[in-house]
């Protein structure tokens, strides 16, 4: 094993960086993961992910985490229900009939929310594993390892740190200087919170799984949470400044239901019931991902990991699942194969993560057009195997 003497540090306590810290600490190696958040309740988590066979359930299992999963994971919440801009239902999964897809079937991709799985991996890690309050600023060379930097906390060192601190990574310029690419599409996230009560003809619709509405090139895509939130996501394809100089104001629900009863004026007016209360809150979402073709010289003492490493749109349900998939690949690399140096367990590390990312962010630039064109009702659809005339 390559980390036999080794200090490793994890820089971001997301799924990634948890996993990886949960895998590496069952071989007994000496980790720390430092997370910028004051604690593990002090930031609100997204919304819901949903786990693939071969590369999230595939981490978890390794994990020894499945069972704890299986306690936290929402049934049903994997269905999914289409509309047209009329609100008329075109497909929904909840009115299938024919076997259920359960654990081991490698279609079945169950539900759960951020938090739990959150809450799930910090509990499986040891107390003096995870420093809490630990917000980044910079690597400094110390011998042949890095002596790491925080805000207002004290410097640490290691012999490997992997960066480990999402989209926008605050490390990953110490290993390369590849910048992200805009997807043409951006998007304004919404959260009604209560929405059974605040906006309860929309959540009908979902019935706690996923809702897709889409027509002429304008998609909203619906997802349902365990405490009853209602996350949305009003995608459109627009310039990358276009949020920037488009005159609405996120901090203001009425600029946004503005905008929106004009956008979508020929949408029905049903949809408006995601401003009728002010129990909601909105994000700007502009979508970026990195070249396919991305490479970097690989280091002896620093690597990364999910989206640090590979961002891309949501339009997949690829993101964590490629982030766990990265966690227990370095893992696996380090701990369970044989290689002279880890220099070169890293670059093989790398060169397998960079090629299987590289076809996962050409399938979701697909997903991402394919949302926002003018036949993307159609399109997804065909995702699901319904044929044209079918609806």
Same mark, same amino acid.
């Given at each position: 094993?390559?980390?036999?003497?080794?200090?490793?540090?994890?820089?971001?306590?997301?799924?990634?960086?948890?996993?990886? $810290?949960?895998?590496?600490?069952?071989?007994?190696?000496?980790?720390?993961?430092?997370?910028?958040?004051?604690?593990?309740?002090?930031?609100?988590?997204?919304?819901?992910?949903?786990?693939?066979?071969?590369?999230?359930?595939?981490?978890?299992?390794?994990?020894?985490?499945?069972?704890?999963?299986?306690?936290?994971?929402?049934?049903?919440?994997?269905?999914?229900?289409?509309?047209?801009?009329?609100?008329?239902? #075109?497909?929904?999964?909840?009115?299938?009939?024919?076997?259920?897809?359960?654990?081991?079937?490698?279609?079945?991709?169950?539900?759960?929310?951020?938090?739990?799985?959150?809450?799930?991996?910090?509990? &499986?890690?040891?107390?003096?594993? #995870?420093?809490?309050?630990?917000?980044?600023?910079?690597?400094?060379? &110390?011998? *042949?390892?890095?002596?790491?930097?925080?805000?207002?906390?004290?410097?640490?060192?290691?012999?490997?740190?992997?960066?480990?601190?999402?989209?926008?990574?605050?490390?990953?310029?110490?290993?390369?200087?590849?910048?992200?690419?805009? &997807? $043409?599409?951006?998007?304004?996230?919404?959260?009604?919170?209560?929405?059974?009560?605040?906006?309860?003809?929309?959540? $009908?619709?979902?019935?706690?799984?996923?809702?897709?509405?889409?027509?002429?090139?304008?998609?909203?895509?619906?997802?349902?949470?365990?405490?009853?939130?209602?996350?949305?996501?009003?995608?459109?394809?627009?310039?990358?400044?276009?949020?920037?100089?488009?005159?609405?104001?996120?901090?203001?629900?009425?600029?946004?239901?503005?905008?929106?009863?004009?956008?979508?004026?020929?949408?029905?007016?049903?949809?408006?019931?995601?401003?009728?209360?002010?129990?909601?809150?909105?994000?700007?979402?502009?979508?970026?991902?990195?070249?396919?073709?991305?490479?970097?010289?690989?280091? &002896?003492?620093?690597?990364?990991?999910?989206?640090?490493?590979?961002?891309?749109?949501?339009?997949?349900?690829?993101?964590?699942?490629? %982030?766990?998939?990265?966690?227990?690949?370095?893992?696996? *690399?380090?701990?369970?194969?044989?290689?002279?140096?880890?220099?070169?367990?890293?670059?093989?590390?790398?060169?397998?993560?960079?090629?299987?990312? %590289?076809?996962?962010?050409?399938?979701?630039?697909?997903?991402?057009?394919?949302?926002?064109?003018?036949?993307?009702?159609?399109?997804?659809?065909?995702?699901?195997?319904?044929?044209?005339?079918?609806?």
């Amino acid at each position: 094993m390559q980390l036999r003497n080794e200090k490793v540090a994890i820089i971001g306590g997301g799924p990634a960086g948890l996993m990886l $810290g949960r895998l590496l600490q069952g071989q007994g190696v000496d980790i720390k993961i430092y997370e910028r958040d004051k604690d593990k309740y002090a930031r609100w988590q997204g919304s819901a992910l949903d786990m693939h066979h071969d590369t999230g359930l595939k981490a978890i299992t390794a994990a020894g985490l499945l069972e704890n999963f299986k306690k936290l994971y929402r049934p049903g919440a994997d269905k999914s229900v289409v509309v047209d801009s009329r609100m008329r239902v #075109i497909k929904d999964d909840h009115l299938a009939t024919g076997k259920e897809l359960t654990f081991g079937d490698e279609l079945f991709r169950p539900e759960i929310d951020r938090g739990p799985l959150r809450d799930m991996l910090v509990s &499986s890690i040891k107390e003096e594993n #995870i420093v809490w309050d630990a917000r980044f600023t910079a690597l400094k060379p &110390s011998g *042949t390892g890095w002596n790491i930097y925080f805000e207002d906390a004290p410097s640490a060192y290691a012999d490997l740190v992997i960066a480990a601190d999402g989209a926008n990574s605050k490390l990953r310029k110490y290993l390369t200087d590849i910048t992200p690419v805009y &997807s $043409g599409v951006t998007s304004i996230e919404g959260n009604i919170y209560r929405a059974d009560i605040n906006a309860p003809k929309i959540w $009908g619709l979902a019935k706690g799984g996923s809702l897709f509405a889409l027509e002429n090139g304008k998609t909203i895509s619906f997802i349902t949470k365990g405490d009853g939130t209602l996350t949305f996501l009003i995608g459109l394809e627009r310039p990358e400044d276009w949020l920037a100089v488009s005159g609405i104001d996120l901090g203001n629900k009425q600029s946004v239901e503005a905008w929106f009863k004009e956008e979508f004026a020929d949408w029905n007016s049903g949809w408006h019931e995601l401003f009728s209360t002010d129990e909601v809150s909105f994000l700007p979402r502009v979508w970026y991902h990195f070249p396919q073709d991305q490479h970097w010289i690989s280091q &002896s003492n620093l690597t990364m990991i999910g989206d640090a490493a590979h961002r891309i749109p949501p339009y997949a349900g690829e993101g964590a699942n490629q %982030a766990l998939a990265d966690a227990l690949d370095l893992y696996e *690399t380090l701990c369970c194969e044989d290689f002279n140096t880890i220099t070169e367990a890293i670059s093989s590390f790398e060169h397998k993560m960079l090629l299987r990312s %590289a076809a996962i962010t050409d399938e979701t630039l697909k997903n991402t057009y394919g949302f926002h064109q003018g036949n993307n009702l159609q399109f997804l659809l065909n995702l699901f195997g319904v044929e044209a005339g079918d609806h």
